[in-house]
């Protein structure tokens, strides 16, 4: 007999981590959705039935297993629902399994009953463990009274009852504490992939952010293109890169003419939307070049790198970037050669080389840009 009670528990305890294995993202308990608890009290009535197939006969009738501890750890863990369902489907199984007898029916009347008074018992605010322990003491009462009715052998019943007593206390106790260690083990897994998850979300809003501030410290804060840092980088990587083809890459500088002179007659606010006019003409107006790259220089002084463009395209790009600012018609009654914004322009082109580097490039491009002004302004010089 204590062979078949033990054969019983190793199976509750062995459930148990299964269902917790199962369910471990859907936790019972008292406050749980309503589906979870269907699922949990179908899954302990499953189990008493399991257990039932492994009983110990004591007579052709009467058969005695661990079935009520299922019914106890629903209804300790989940309240009257999973209680309920679970004693319900090992009533049913009860006399389904083993035939319908007198003895079968009283005992499935019993299962339910034990269902129902530890259901309710359930809701008392009792220390749990104590609370596991009566609701222990329920089902046994009542096994107790189908084991009175129905085994006539007083010695028989006492050996049943003292060896049923015994193993399902003991066993009621390690399988309710199983189950607690089962939930709370799932539990800190959830928290702790609850944990990795909002650690991901933040790592990953931090690198959205430093890339965002990567990208902003290579822009220019008033007009958006490129700054001097971009440019820098840009020009330095495309040498490089330029230098294995054999391609050629051209600069292009220009500044406003007479700026200060502007700022001083319409203010530096003025100046401001003076320069984000102009560069955003100058942008459109490269929109559609996969080659260019347009920086703000400093100041007032802009550089459009073009790669694999030779000078005589280059050119003809300066020549439509000065009709476009023109075209933009910005009064500047204080400029000393056009009522409007001009600009000057220089530009130079060279294949890069080893002999060379990408500040012979700027020195050559920043004196055809002075060359300019020194000639008038307004107008385009390359060597």
Same mark, same amino acid.
């Given at each position: 007999m204590?062979?078949?009670?033990f054969?019983?528990?190793?199976?509750?305890?062995?459930s148990?981590?299964?269902?917790?294995?199962?369910?471990?993202?859907?936790?019972?308990?008292?406050?749980?959705?309503?589906?979870?608890?269907?699922?949990?009290?179908? #899954?302990?009535?499953?189990?008493?039935?399991?257990?039932m197939?492994?009983?110990?006969? %004591?007579?052709?009738?009467?058969?005695?297993?661990?079935?009520?501890?299922?019914?106890?750890?629903?209804?300790?863990?989940?309240?009257?629902?999973?209680?309920?369902?679970?004693?319900?489907?090992?009533?049913?199984g009860?006399?389904f399994? +083993?035939?319908?007898?007198?003895?079968?029916f009283?005992?499935?009347?019993?299962a339910f009953?034990?269902?129902?008074? #530890?259901?309710?018992?359930?809701?008392?605010?009792?220390?749990?463990?104590?609370?596991?322990? +009566? !609701?222990?003491?329920?089902?046994?009462?009542?096994?107790?009274?189908v084991?009175?009715?129905?085994?006539?052998?007083?010695?028989?019943?006492?050996n049943?009852?003292?060896?049923?007593?015994?193993?399902?206390l003991?066993?009621?106790? +390690?399988?309710?504490?199983?189950?607690i260690?089962?939930?709370?083990?799932?539990?800190?897994?959830r928290?702790?992939?609850?944990?990795?998850?909002?650690?991901?979300?933040?790592e @990953?809003?931090?690198?959205?952010a430093?890339?965002?501030?990567?990208?902003?410290?290579?822009?220019?804060?008033?007009?958006?293109?490129g700054?001097?840092?971009?440019?820098?980088?840009?020009?330095?990587? @495309?040498?490089?890169?330029l230098?294995?083809?054999?391609?050629?890459?051209?600069?292009? !500088?220009?500044d406003?003419?007479?700026?200060?002179?502007?700022?001083?007659t319409?203010?530096?606010?003025?100046?401001?939307?003076?320069l984000?006019?102009? =560069?955003s003409?100058?942008?459109?107006?490269?929109a559609?070049?996969?080659?260019?790259?347009? #920086?703000?220089?400093g100041?007032?002084?802009?550089?459009?790198?073009?790669?694999?463009?030779k000078?005589?395209?280059?050119?003809?790009m300066?020549?439509?970037? @000065?009709?476009?600012?023109?075209?933009?018609?910005?009064a500047?009654?204080s400029?000393?050669?056009?009522?409007?914004v001009?600009?000057?322009?220089?530009?130079?082109?060279? +294949?890069?080389?080893?002999?060379?580097?990408?500040?012979?490039?700027?020195?050559?491009?920043d =004196?055809?840009l002075?060359?300019s002004?020194i000639?008038?302004?307004?107008? %385009?010089?390359?060597?």
């Open positions: 204590i062979k078949e009670f054969s019983n528990t190793t199976i509750l305890i062995a148990f981590t299964v269902m917790g294995q199962i369910f471990k993202n859907r936790p019972l308990h008292h406050s749980s959705s309503m589906s979870t608890k269907l699922y949990w009290g179908v #899954c302990y009535g499953i189990l008493g039935n399991i257990l197939l492994f009983s110990f006969q %004591i007579n052709p009738t009467t058969i005695a297993d661990l079935r009520h501890l299922a019914i106890v750890v629903a209804a300790a863990f989940g309240g009257w629902v999973p209680s309920i369902i679970a004693s319900g489907l090992i009533a049913i009860r006399i399994l +083993f035939g319908f007898t007198d003895t079968a009283v005992a499935a009347i019993s009953l034990t269902g129902i008074v #530890c259901g309710g018992f359930s809701k008392l605010k009792i220390q749990p463990t104590l609370k596991a322990f +009566f !609701m222990n003491l329920i089902g046994l009462f009542f096994i107790s009274i084991f009175a009715l129905y085994i006539k052998n007083i010695n028989t019943l006492l049943v009852l003292f060896s049923h007593y015994l193993i399902s003991i066993g009621g106790f +390690f399988a309710y504490h199983l189950s260690y089962i939930a709370n083990s799932n539990k800190a897994v928290e702790l992939n609850l944990s990795l998850i909002k650690l991901q979300q933040s @990953q809003k931090l690198n959205k430093n890339e965002f501030l990567n990208r902003l410290s290579y822009l220019d804060g008033l007009t958006g293109i700054n001097r840092r971009h440019f820098d980088e840009v020009l330095n990587k @495309q040498w490089s890169s230098l294995l083809t054999n391609s050629p890459i051209t600069l292009l !500088m220009f406003i003419d007479y700026f200060k002179k502007y700022n001083d319409y203010g530096h606010l003025a100046g401001d939307q003076c984000q006019i102009i =560069t003409a100058i942008r459109d107006l490269l559609n070049n996969p080659y260019s790259t347009f #920086c703000r220089y100041g007032e002084e802009f550089a459009i790198i073009f790669t694999k463009t000078l005589d395209k280059g050119i003809a300066a020549e439509l970037i @000065q009709k476009k600012v023109q075209a933009l018609d910005i500047h009654s400029s000393e050669i056009a009522d409007i001009t600009i000057s322009i220089g530009i130079a082109s060279i +294949f890069p080389s080893s002999k060379t580097q990408p500040n012979d490039l700027i020195h050559i491009a =004196t055809c002075y060359t002004k000639n008038g302004r307004n107008r %385009i010089s390359t060597i």
